[in-house]
């Protein structure tokens, strides 16, 4: 099992930044490629971001590409999410989630509210 806490979330006005931390706890952090999801009222869940095991290799989902930065600190078993040039429309709950495959995950978080005032 991996137990998955975020935080970072918080309001922030159009045009500012936040920056998301998600630690893990429970089997090798570093085994794990881990993964940025969020989901907006009345949406699915989408993956926004995610990360190879050693960081080297990272996705971005189209709506983020350039604003967002994921990275990782295995001797932290953390994971950051790094958004810059926020928008309205990236108001959502972000889950971290680890094991990602695809569009799944093995394991999630709570999740954490970003909320984007215009």
């Known amino acids: 099992q991996v137990q998955l806490l975020e935080s970072g979330g918080g309001l922030v006005q159009a045009g500012g930044s936040l920056r998301l931390s998600c630690t893990a706890s429970?089997?090798?952090?570093?085994?794990?490629?881990m993964g940025w999801a969020r989901q907006a009222p009345g949406k699915e869940r989408e993956f926004v971001a995610n990360?190879?095991?050693?960081?080297?290799?990272?996705y971005y989902a189209d709506s983020v590409k350039g604003r967002f930065t994921i990275s990782r600190d295995n001797a932290k078993n953390t994971v950051y999410l790094q958004m810059d040039s926020l928008k309205p429309e990236d108001t959502a709950v972000y889950y971290c989630?680890?094991?990602?495959?695809?569009?799944?995950?093995?394991?999630w978080g709570k999740g954490t509210l970003v909320t984007v005032s215009s």
């Open positions: 989630a680890a094991n990602v495959g695809g569009t799944l995950a093995s394991y």
């Open positions: 429970g089997r090798t952090f570093s085994n794990y490629r």
């Open positions: 990360i190879s095991r050693g960081g080297l290799s990272t």
